[in-house]
């Protein structure tokens, strides 16, 4: 059963605009989300995360957003770039375990140049 | 600072052969952690551990075997592989969690493994 869902497989944008990736979950224990990006033949690489009592957080062109009452999170990429293409993953980690991570199925984002 | 290795990078098994891939990092971290990744599944837990000497299931833990004898080190073991343990297997680390802190976790570059 898929805890963490990513619906869209992929996604293209024209570069320098912005690309919005979607993540719901359906666990209420989950406590912390995290974005992390894959370059082919590559493991994933921290990107950005969220805290479960915030709604936003932003690191340049990078914002994840949370809304709790709807299980859901996006990540806002603003400008797009033709190196942002990679697969996304979202991923949550409940209050209690070892920072156990439960991964959504990822997103490719194609910039268009 | 190399980060987190995985050795190998390829094998190609045939079914029922064994081997232990090796995961190794230096920067001190006390958690470690197997992942596979199948086509469509995205990342999933296979086993990991909170210190040296100590291990614990993941999500998928059926036919493996790990190992933290070093805080350096994390092996997988696969005693009698099978055509569906083919995936890509990645290992990570991360700092321990302390009160209402996350830290995140890093990965290496994956190992590509293939049961014929």
């Known amino acids: 059963d898929q805890q963490v869902k990513q619906n869209s497989p992929s996604l293209s944008v024209q570069e320098g605009r912005i690309s919005i990736l979607n993540c719901d979950y359906t666990n209420s224990m989950f406590d912390y989300f995290l974005w ?9 690489t921290f990107l950005i995360s969220i805290s479960s009592i915030k709604d936003k957080n932003e690191d340049g062109r990078f914002t994840v957003f949370l809304n709790k009452s709807a299980k859901h999170l996006s990540l806002h990429i603003v400008p797009s770039q033709p190196g942002d293409s990679a697969v996304y993953f979202c991923a949550a980690s409940p209050k209690t375990g070892a920072n156990n991570l439960f991964f959504g199925t990822g997103t490719r984002l194609t910039v268009i140049p | 600072n190399a980060g987190v290795t995985q050795t190998p990078k390829f094998r190609v098994l045939k079914t029922g052969q064994s081997m ?8 001190n971290h006390e958690y470690m952690y197997w992942y596979r990744q199948d086509p469509g599944m995205g990342l999933r837990l296979i086993h990991y551990s909170v210190g040296e000497g100590t291990t614990a299931k993941g999500e998928v833990p059926d036919g493996y075997n790990v190992s933290r004898l070093k805080k350096q080190n994390f092996l997988l073991g696969l005693e009698s592989a099978a055509p ?4 890509v297997y990645f290992c990570a680390s991360s700092p321990r ?8 976790q890093f990965f290496g570059p994956g190992t590509r493994l293939t049961v014929l």
Request: aromatic share 10%.
């Open chain 2, 20 to 27: 232990t891939l090796l995961c190794a990092q230096d920067m």
């Open chain 1, 36 to 44: 992390y990006k894959k370059y082919p033949a590559e493991g994933p």
């Open chain 2, 97 to 104: 969690t302390s009160g209402s802190s996350y830290n995140e």
């Open chain 2, 84 to 87: 569906s343990q083919t995936s």
